[in-house]
């Protein structure tokens, strides 16, 4: 199934190849001191947070990461 804006933060952060794509998109957005509060958000809600602004995750930024997480082979 295809990652989008109504996928939560912590399915991105399941799998340790969207988490680099997200790093490499957003450094250091998964070892955020909050990232333990985003997991169960939707994306879509993630992006108007204050924190999330300040730390660069942004509606383009998180398109970016979605379409790179789609490309990705199912993982086995």
């Known amino acids: 199934m ?3 804006m109504d996928s939560k933060l912590g399915d991105l952060l399941k799998d ?3 988490v680099a794509i ?3 998109h957003v450094p250091g957005a998964s070892k955020h001191p909050q990232i ?4 169960s958000f939707q994306l879509k809600t993630i992006i108007n947070l204050p924190p999330a602004a300040a ?3 942004t509606r383009e930024k998180v398109e970016a990461i979605l ?7 199912p993982a086995t």
């Not at 333990?36 to 997991?39: C, F, N, P, T, V």
């Not at 379409?67 to 082979?73: M, V």
């Open 2 to 4: 295809p990652y989008t």
């Open 16 to 18: 340790p190849r969207t």
């Open 22 to 24: 997200l790093d490499k």
């Open 36 to 39: 333990a509060i985003g997991r």
């Open 55 to 57: 730390i660069g995750f």
């Open 67 to 73: 379409a790179e997480c789609n490309q990705l082979p």
